[in-house]
């Protein structure tokens, strides 16, 4: 009981039961006799509102410190149960002049908070935030068992670069000694520790590939690396993905609609369950009617001629052979009512080299554009097909034999998908900048907390 949450206690506690609780200050408002004040741990975005007598009041009490408090709940003149305060003790103080940055009663704007990553997990809006993380990822792990699927821990360390896009961190030790004593003759610096390259993993997929042959529906959720000079809305350095991948699939329309009814049956528990925290955290109001309607699927080609007719409302120049900007992306999106919209069927060279080759010039990839962020998933059926993989594997990565071997022996069809979660986030919050939809964002310049 010590330990009860204020979400516990306010979900079995009633008029009359003393309690303790624990938590930091908000919003603390002196009165004549008293001083009210309500205390966060976190826990819900529910307050609780606590009644002191003045007389009570220690003298380092202010907005932010944190306090242990007792008294039995009362009910406040409006009828919401409240804590009247008969013990208080101040654990930590917490006062503007000695540099904390958040003074009481004011409102910052995003950015600023950002500067205090440290500190930010004490605002409402991004406890709620946190709070809805975990309630997504729970019910993403409860969907994918519910489905059959099995979770996979992919390895983070790795000797591939997946998309082939270069964007890799690689890997080396930092203990110029151990390298030293484990160096062969003239072996570069950085294949020492491995025996070759090795980078933080830009996605699981491929090892991913080599589980569902074996276990068929299989899925992981971990985080993701990309050393992108890209300091935008969109991009971090570090974010979490969610990839599935499928055995026996051998249409998009399968993948498709397992990735639909994911994001669709995710957001109706969090639209159920945790509304007063999305309501906290959202910047801008956001429509789900999408969740009552079919994601519209067109092919790149009937993308291109849409955005073709529309040239002239675009401020970033429109041409094919570049793929889509945002703009163009966001576009779409208006263009299909704000519904998630599919984007299948794409020129070859645009995509990576394990993508099924449809024959005339595109692969079997599929993008899914969102609402406020543009692409949030991307997936495709892979090419199962011996001889053309071997054609289009890079030499560069020449460490993919193994991967080569799953067409080899026992091979199946299989399609999968990668969505990035922070995306996911600011497409149902509204979120405009993905620094703040994950607790310790890094980009370029920016690892330091
Ligand atoms: O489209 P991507 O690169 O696909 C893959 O990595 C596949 N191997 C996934 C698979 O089929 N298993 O990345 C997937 C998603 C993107 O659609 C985007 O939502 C997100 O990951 N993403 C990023 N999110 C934040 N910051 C970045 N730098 C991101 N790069 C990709
Ligand atoms: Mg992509």
């Not at 004549?32 to 741990?41: A, L, P």
């Not at 826990?43 to 408090?69: F, M, N, R, W």
Request: some cysteine; proline content about 4%.
């Amino acid at each position: 009981k010590n330990f009860s949450s204020i979400s516990q206690i306010l979900d079995k506690s009633g008029v009359g039961d003393v309690i303790t609780v624990k938590g930091w200050i908000k919003s603390l408002r002196d009165q004549k006799e008293h001083v009210f004040f309500d205390v966060s741990d976190g826990s819900t975005a529910k307050k609780l509102q606590i009644l002191l007598p003045k007389k009570s009041k220690p003298e380092d009490l202010s907005t932010g410190a944190s306090v242990v408090v007792s008294g039995p709940l009362t009910l406040s003149p409006k009828g919401q149960l409240e804590l009247t305060a008969n013990s208080i003790e101040v654990c930590g103080k917490c006062v503007v002049s000695e540099g904390y940055p958040f003074a009481p009663r004011k409102q910052y704007a995003a950015e600023y908070i950002r500067q205090y990553l440290h500190f930010r997990p004490r605002t409402h809006k991004f406890g709620a935030l946190l709070r809805l993380r975990n309630a997504a990822t729970l019910a993403i792990y409860n969907h994918f068992n519910s489905e059959g699927f099995v979770n996979v821990h992919t390895p983070v360390l790795t000797s591939n670069d997946c998309e082939g896009a270069g964007e890799v961190f690689k890997v080396v030790p930092d203990n110029k000694k151990l390298i030293k004593s484990m160096a062969k003759e003239s072996q570069a610096e950085d294949e020492v520790y491995f025996n070759q390259k090795s980078f933080l993993t830009v996605s699981g997929q491929l090892h991913l590939e080599a589980v569902a042959h074996g276990l068929s529906k299989v899925y992981t959720f971990g985080p993701t690396f990309r050393a992108e000079n890209s300091k935008s809305r969109l991009h971090l350095s570090e974010f979490y993905m969610l990839e599935g991948e499928i055995a026996f699939v051998e249409k998009l329309d399968g993948l498709m609609t397992c990735i639909e009814q994911l994001i669709k049956q995710v957001t109706k528990k969090l639209v159920n369950d945790s509304i007063e925290d999305i309501e906290k955290c959202q910047e801008k109001k956001v429509s789900f009617d999408w969740l009552d309607k079919s994601f519209p699927v067109v092919t790149y080609k009937e993308a291109v001629t849409i955005l073709s007719q529309n040239k002239d409302k675009f401020s970033e120049n429109f041409d094919s052979k570049d793929g889509f900007g945002k703009e163009h992306e966001m576009f779409l999106v208006e263009y299909f009512g704000k519904v998630p919209t599919f984007v299948i069927d794409w020129p070859k060279d645009m995509k990576p080299f394990y993508m099924k080759d449809n024959g005339d010039g595109t692969v079997a990839a599929l993008d899914l554009l969102g609402p406020n962020v543009g692409e949030v998933v991307g997936g495709s059926l892979r090419e199962n097909n011996y001889e053309k993989l071997l054609e289009k594997i890079p030499n560069s990565n020449g460490h993919l034999d193994w991967y080569l071997d799953l067409r080899k022996f026992g091979s199946v069809p299989t399609g999968g998908f990668g969505l990035g979660f922070e995306r996911y986030l600011q497409l149902i919050l509204g979120i405009s900048n993905i620094k703040d939809t994950i607790p310790f964002p890094r980009w370029p310049h920016n690892c330091s907390l």
